[in-house]
């Protein structure tokens, strides 16, 4: 019960995803959780479609759950519009748990 209730609040936490593209082009994603429940680590997911092509993997793993920005400099093309989604992950008695998806940001690289 005491687990069932920690898995339940890390399912149920929510993410506040923000973008925005620095001076030299790169894109800086800070992001704020709801309170309450302490995360292991962070997934960030990547695209150029909006509504797919995120994949499987994810695009950037944080070393661990008190990581609240991350500033993307590789691959990124002039012109190019991408776009980012990001979850928290929590494990618990050896499997992982997810909260729920951020909201999505996009940027175009100028």
Do not use: C
Not at 34 to 55: H, P, W
Request: proline share 1%; charged share 30%.
């Amino acid at each position: 019960p005491a687990q069932q209730r920690l898995v339940k609040g890390v399912q149920n936490t929510t993410i506040a995803l923000k973008s925005k593209l620095t001076k030299k082009g790169k894109i800086r994603l800070t992001w704020t959780k709801s309170k309450g429940y302490k995360l292991d680590r962070f997934e960030i997911y990547r695209s150029v479609k909006k509504n797919s092509g995120y994949g499987k993997k994810a695009f950037f793993t944080t070393k661990n759950g008190k990581t609240v920005k991350y500033l993307n400099t590789k691959s990124l093309k002039k012109g190019k519009t991408y776009y980012y989604k990001l979850r928290g992950v929590r494990i618990i008695g050896g499997k992982k748990y997810y909260t729920q998806w951020s909201n999505k940001t996009w940027r175009t690289v100028k």
